[in-house]
Structure formats: structure tokens, C-alpha cells
T-cell receptor, first 112, second 111 residues
């Protein structure tokens, strides 16, 4: 069983569209995260949820909206996609104590 | 979170130990040192973490200097599959506290 799974793995879409990326973890972790890795390979945190509550919200355009229906899921919805949104998006989870993060395999988003 | 400094790249011979340095001179007393790696096109992978004592697990060893201003990750017998970008991160071990990734060290293990 994959510990942190993201779908889809690849997503190609046109500018202006709205898309969602789903993330699920089966580790029983309380905290989940979204990270963005751009073309320069820098990993930057976007959001963090702890037990369905938003606890980290970095400077991210409000076109990005995370949703956590339960503590095992953290989805990322993006409105009005722009070329600059093209990147690899990683979901991760961790225990409350801030132990090691477990990352998903990433979703490569390409906006054309 | 304290900032870390790592060499941008290093090569290592297969079968030899790889010693990856990290400077974190502004680390606070409650900040841990974490190491992650990212193999090409994959999600980052947790390796090890420590506060002040040296740590060892099945993947690597972590040596932290007595003043805690620097540390070294040791891969005892590097294999080609250890080729990756290695990130040294310092952070407070608290609920939901974020991991802030720097540029890391690109390690190339050569046959």
C-alpha cells in the first residue's frame, strides 16, 4: 500500500481552467502538507493542515484552495490556471510531534 | 527556522563512504537537524534527524558537533541508487512545523 498517494500523476491543462489534485495518506498522521517544486527545483511549502484545520498558509495566490474533508485527505484546488503554476506538487504527511515527513510521488502540472 | 549552508554538489565513489557536510551556525537550542534526500523525479525521502547526540539508522549516520553549529551525514557504503539531492534542514520539532528546504547538495555516486 502506498503511504501517501496523489492523483493524478500528470496533469496537462490549458490556461484559465480549474483543476484539482487529490492526496490521501494511510499512515494515521494528523498533519498534511502541500509543497510546490518549480523548474529551478526549489521546494516551497504552500499549506499545512492539522486534523482538518489549516495551520500554515504561505504566500500563495488565493486561486489555490486546499480542502481537507478528513485528516487522511488533503486536496488542492486551483482556479484560473496560469502558465506560472506549472510545477510538481508534492503532498506530505507527518505525525503531530513533527517527526519525519512522508512525501507522495508528486503531481506534474503543465499549463499550456 | 535556522538557515543551513551546504555545498552545491559533490561526487562519491561507489562503495565508499559519502560524507555530506552542513553548517547551521545560528541553530537554536530546541531545533533539530533533519536530513532528507530527493532522488530524481521522486518525492523527498526522510533519512535521519537528531538534536545533539549522534544518530544512526539503517540508511545513514548523523554526526553533530558539540557546539551544534554543523553536522555531517554519512552514507557508509554509497551505491549508485544514492545519487540524489540531499537536504539538511533545521527546525523546531513541533506539531505542523514546516520543513523549509534550501538548495541541498547534489550527490553523484560514480562507479
Amino acid at each position: 500500500d502506498t503511504a501517501v498517494s496523489q492523483t493524478p500523476k500528470y496533469l496537462v491543462t490549458q490556461m484559465g481552467n480549474d483543476k484539482s489534485i487529490k492526496c490521501e495518506q494511510n499512515l494515521g498522521h494528523d498533519t498534511m502538507y502541500w509543497y510546490k517544486q518549480d523548474s529551478k527545483k526549489f521546494l516551497k511549502i504552500m499549506f499545512s493542515y492539522n486534523n482538518k484545520e489549516l495551520i500554515i498558509n504561505e504566500t500563495v495566490p488565493n486561486r489555490f484552495s486546499p480542502k481537507s474533508p478528513d485528516k487522511a485527505h488533503l486536496n488542492l484546488h486551483i482556479n484560473s490556471l496560469e502558465l506560472g503554476d506549472s510545477a510538481v506538487y508534492f503532498c506530505a504527511s507527518s505525525q503531530d510531534a513533527g517527526y519525519g515527513y512522508t512525501f507522495g510521488s508528486g503531481t506534474r502540472l503543465t499549463v499550456v | 527556522d535556522a538557515k543551513t549552508t551546504q555545498p552545491p554538489s559533490m561526487d562519491c565513489a561507489e562503495g565508499r563512504a559519502a560524507n555530506l557536510p552542513c553548517n547551521h551556525s545560528t541553530i537554536s537550542g530546541n531545533e533539530y537537524v533533519y536530513w532528507y534526500r530527493q532522488i530524481h523525479s521522486q518525492g523527498p525521502q526522510y533519512i535521519i534527524h537528531g538534536l545533539k547526540n549522534n544518530e544512526t539508522n539503517e540508511m545513514a549516520s548523523l554526526i553533530i558537533t558539540e557546539d551544534r553549529k554543523s553536522s555531517t551525514l554519512i552514507l557508509p557504503h554509497a551505491t549508485l541508487r544514492d545519487t540524489a539531492v540531499y537536504y539538511c534542514i533545521v527546525r523546531v520539532k513541533a506539531a505542523g512545523n514546516k520543513l523549509t528546504f534550501g538548495g541541498g547538495t547534489r550527490v553523484l555516486v560514480k562507479p
